[in-house]
């Protein structure tokens, strides 16, 4: 028996509650985990507290990181005693989650744990940190060199964002933040590199195809129009690695930007990202990320403090990382 924080639906309400389990009832995979971290960030908090329609099935496990031990494997690639990481995948959507003492998953989805990283650091990184680091690869592949000119950085403060910087600045690029808070998260930008903070204000407004070109690159984790205001002033054969859609679905922009300036839009899709490629991600990111990233604001907390501290990270009351010792 293990415990595992289970969600279940009740008259249309999402009911979160810490109970015993055992592994005939983990759903199919081939290689069973221990698993020591999982983490808590703003979708995690939005399933168990049922704001946001995240869950697809119940019951269901949510968290969707985990690290942890190999405990058993069907498959060669992994042996019992093997440290692994797991991001994405539709954990904790629609397959079993980080949430659990153990989880049964399929070893396509595992990458060993990178040399230099704990598992709990591997947590703090998370999904949001190999998003930003596919992102960064992405600028790189698009010819963007530190020289190239300024990387915008759209919703610095959250966990692409702020990895992204990290990132940048190790590579020697110079960086600008955009926020919403610059006074409460001004100065951790400033001490994860970002030499200049911008207000969200100014990249929410109605805006035209073409402005001036600004920036030599960006990432944008927001999307919609504050997408369409970076793509709009990117400089000429420019290119920015788009990740996120809290702002919405629609991308008010024309085609100007793209024929007349040819800057270049990718798509980052970490689940999507093939395994190999995935494996490289977390590899650069364990050399790439200086050991202050670490020391910044994290908060580990048990399994039964999830739920409160989901109420609280929805509610916009948590800062810095949240990371669940199991």
Known sequence: MFSALILRQEQNQTLAGIEQTDESQLPPGDVLIDVDYSSLNYKDGLAITGKGKIIRNFPMVPGIDLSGTVAHSDNDRYQAGDKVVLTG??????HWGGMAQR??????????????????????VGTAGLTAMLCVEALIDAGIQPDSGDILVTGASGGVGSVAITLL??????????????????PLLETL??????????????????????????IDTVGSKVLAKVLSQVDYNGAV?????AGGFDLPTT????????????GIDSVM????????????LAKLLPQSYFEQACTEIKLEQAPNYAEDITNGKVTGRVVIEL
Request: net charge positive.
């Open 193 to 218: 590199g970002a030499k200049r903070i911008i207000d969200r204000s100014e990249f929410e407004q109605t805006t035209r195809p073409l402005e001036k070109q600004v920036w030599a690159g960006a």
């Open 241 to 245: 690695a788009a990740c996120g859609l």
């Open 273 to 284: 990202c093939p395994t190999e490629k995935r494996i490289q991600a977390w590899n650069k």
């Open 89 to 94: 995948w539709g954990v904790g959507e629609n």
């Open 169 to 186: 600045s190790q590579l020697g690029y110079q960086v600008s933040a955009v926020t919403g808070r610059i006074e409460q998260n001004g």
């Open 103 to 124: 989880a049964r998953l399929k070893s396509d989805w595992l990458v060993p744990l990178p040399e230099g990283l704990s598992g709990k650091q591997a947590m703090m």
């Open 255 to 266: 085609v100007m930007p793209f024929i007349l300036r040819n800057v270049r839009l990718q």
